[in-house]
């Protein structure tokens, strides 16, 4: 390995390449995620037919109908999203960007590789587990006493190579990325380990306590994992992508406010008022990072709104940043108590956590994965062509899900907040939406479809098709 | 101007968690409310039947929990018959507590007392076949339980009083 120059990135631009890296650890975990991401995708499809027709669930095989039952493939949609798909997207890229921000190679890119195979472990065990019935039941939360610690180990082993290259960094600033990326692997496994109460194997707190730590740690894992590193990947892709400087790294460091707006799940509940009042008050105060990050989006992409005709991987991480905009201000709106006494508990929430995970989380481990993968291998994505029908697919079928749901859960709301409309009434009038959101489902299953072709074939190094103009090969 | 030091961010930011888990959690576990009227020490048998509950993921479609602004109002079959607003001390005895979030069916709190006649009864059949009671229902059959663990569900079902 040579490393006769070594970059030094001012702390407005992340640069161009690093030094020479081995990256076949983050390479792994970029593919182990697009092959995770197709588990829960199925799970989401499989309930969203029970739910259009309960009678579809006759056609489950007897032996098989104790696991592939809503109830059980509920858990293994959401932790598989989120600690398959996501949370190894982000560890692929994370350990591909750090090298590359401090000027130092990875600290050991053995533990890397053992990184991948234990994460990929952890995720073969929650998805063999949660179909056998073996759960905790705490949403979020779900997966066993064993499966917690492998997974705090997991966290673990990330931050040992995320600090350990940070701290030998061979460049003064650190860019804001890297201390996403510190804070993230440090305070999100801390956040696990308390709301899953690991130093219990029954992970759960009793009574009251139990409701408020399991929201708490909803929204704080949501918070410090998933929200400060998906913030820390796209201020690093928004000016590689755009090839303009970050705005304001200093507006840039507001991302982290919301740690004290949990509660907010619990409005009207049987919790202490103050609380709610509390977190509401704190949960409108997530305007200010939120405003933070908009005017850094926008004023990122100045001038560069026209490259996401050319570039796949910045379109979708520039649609992905308005989603989340939308999210933050979705947010806050359900945090209003009329509203929320409204939305609560509808289908509304349901439209609310696809945007927050999919089409924002989601979006950007898209822009990531297009956009690491060609450099990590060396060579230009496979298929121009199915990247677009990805996009395209993806959003418009996001889209319509996402309206649906939150159509939905306004006719919900409605009704229930009436009253005198019996329930099974609230129930039978679900059946277009149900329909239409299995649809839009299927739309975004194909789009995901597209995603993998072009990564399995990229991977297995078939030529580009159709050839790409010079200019935009890796981008 | 320089932007603050790394230091000074991460333990920033620790030190917000960590006053935001004392404020958020700790001061709400000060006040621990005292079992209600309606706290249940479950028996063997029912709390069997309520790790069965956990484990089918009847939680994902069903809360417990009925919220001060649909007392009087929410609906199951006739206005208010949602039952009475949930207290903290209901679950003084529930580890974990199985609130739930969405609503695919209805609130469970007081399910005991819904069904008319034989209430233990009308749950068993209704869990084997709930298309029989409700057509259009999205609710799965739960049939291919053994009958012994539909039995403790039952019997679980029964302390949602």
């Not at chain 1, 995620?33 to 588990?39: I, M, T, Y």
């Not at chain 1, 349901?350 to 945007?355: A, D, Q």
Request: glycine residues 8%.
């Amino acid at each position: 390995m040579s490393q006769t120059t070594v970059t030094t990135p001012s702390p407005q631009t992340p640069p161009a390449a690093g030094p020479s890296h081995e990256g076949r650890a983050a390479r792994w975990f970029l593919y182990s995620g697009v092959f995770w991401l197709f588990v829960p995708g199925l799970a989401g499809l499989v309930m969203a037919l029970f739910l259009y027709d309960a009678r579809t669930q006759e056609w489950v095989p007897e032996p098989l109908r104790s696991a592939v039952i809503f109830g059980r493939l509920r858990p293994l949609h959401v932790n598989l999203l989120l600690f398959g798909w996501l949370s190894m997207a982000y560890a692929g890229s994370i350990l591909h960007i750090v090298p590359r921000l401090t000027g130092a190679p990875l600290y050991a890119e053995p533990l890397a590789r053992l990184n991948v195979f234990l994460w990929n472990l952890l995720v073969l065990g929650a998805a063999v587990s949660l179909p056998l019935g073996f759960t905790q039941g705490r949403e979020y939360a779900e997966l066993v006493w064993p499966l917690d610690l492998l997974q705090l180990l997991c966290f673990g082993i990330l931050a040992v190579n995320v600090w350990g290259t940070a701290l030998r960094r061979r460049v003064q600033q650190l860019y804001i990325s890297v201390w996403s990326f510190m804070a993230a692997t440090s305070i999100g496994p801390l956040v696990y380990a308390v709301g899953n109460k690991v130093w219990d194997p029954s992970g759960a707190y009793t009574g009251m306590n139990d409701a408020i730590m399991n929201y708490f740690y909803v929204h704080n894992i949501f918070n410090a994992w998933f929200t400060t590193g998906a913030l820390g990947l796209a201020f690093y892709l928004l000016p590689k992508l755009t090839g303009n400087p970050l705005f304001s790294h200093r507006l840039a460091i507001w991302g982290f406010a919301s740690v004290w707006t949990g509660q907010h799940h619990l409005l009207y509940g049987p919790g202490p008022e103050w609380l709610e009042i509390f977190s509401v008050g704190f949960s409108i105060l997530t305007f200010l990072p939120n405003a933070a990050f908009t005017l850094n989006y926008v004023k990122t992409m100045e001038g560069a709104w026209h490259k996401v005709r050319e570039s796949v991987a910045l379109r979708f991480l520039a649609v992905g940043c308005a989603f989340y905009i939308v999210t933050c201000l979705q947010g806050i709106a359900q945090s209003f108590r009329g509203f929320n006494a409204m939305v609560h508990f509808t289908n509304w929430v349901i439209g609310h956590s696809h945007l927050a995970f999919v089409a924002d989380y989601s979006f950007f481990c898209f822009a990531l994965v297009y956009t690491f993968v060609p450099q990590l291998l060396g060579r230009a994505l496979h298929s121009r062509r199915l990247m677009e029908w990805h996009f395209w697919l993806t959003l418009v079928g996001l889209t319509v899900f996402m309206v649906d749901l939150w159509v939905a859960g306004l006719v919900q709301g409605q009704s229930w907040s009436t009253g005198g409309i019996p329930f099974m009434e609230t129930v039978r009038a679900m059946q277009p939406y149900y329909l239409i959101r299995l649809l839009a489902g299927l739309a975004v299953g194909a789009g995901q479809v597209c995603f993998a072709i072009t990564i399995w074939k990229t991977a297995r190094g078939e030529a580009a098709y159709p050839a790409l103009r010079p200019g935009a090969a890796l981008a | 101007m320089r932007p603050p030091s790394i230091r000074y961010l991460l333990f920033g930011s620790l030190l917000f968690l960590l006053a935001g888990m004392a404020v958020t959690v700790g001061l709400p576990a000060l006040d621990e409310a005292p079992p209600s009227a309606l706290a249940v020490r479950y028996t063997p048998q029912e709390e069997r039947g309520r790790a069965i509950y956990l484990r089918e993921g009847c939680g994902y479609c069903h809360t417990q929990q009925v919220r001060a602004v649909e007392v009087e109002r929410g609906t199951v079959h006739v206005r208010g018959d949602i039952g009475p607003e949930s207290a903290p001390g209901d679950y003084a005895f529930q580890k974990p507590v199985l609130w739930g979030t969405s609503r695919q069916g209805p609130d469970l709190s007081h399910v005991a007392g819904r069904p008319p006649g034989n209430s233990r009864e009308w749950q068993l059949q209704h869990l084997a076949e709930p298309q029989r009671f409700n057509p259009g229902t999205v609710m799965p059959s739960f049939r291919h339980l053994p009958r012994e663990e539909l039995d403790a569900l039952a019997d679980y079902l029964m302390t949602l009083r």
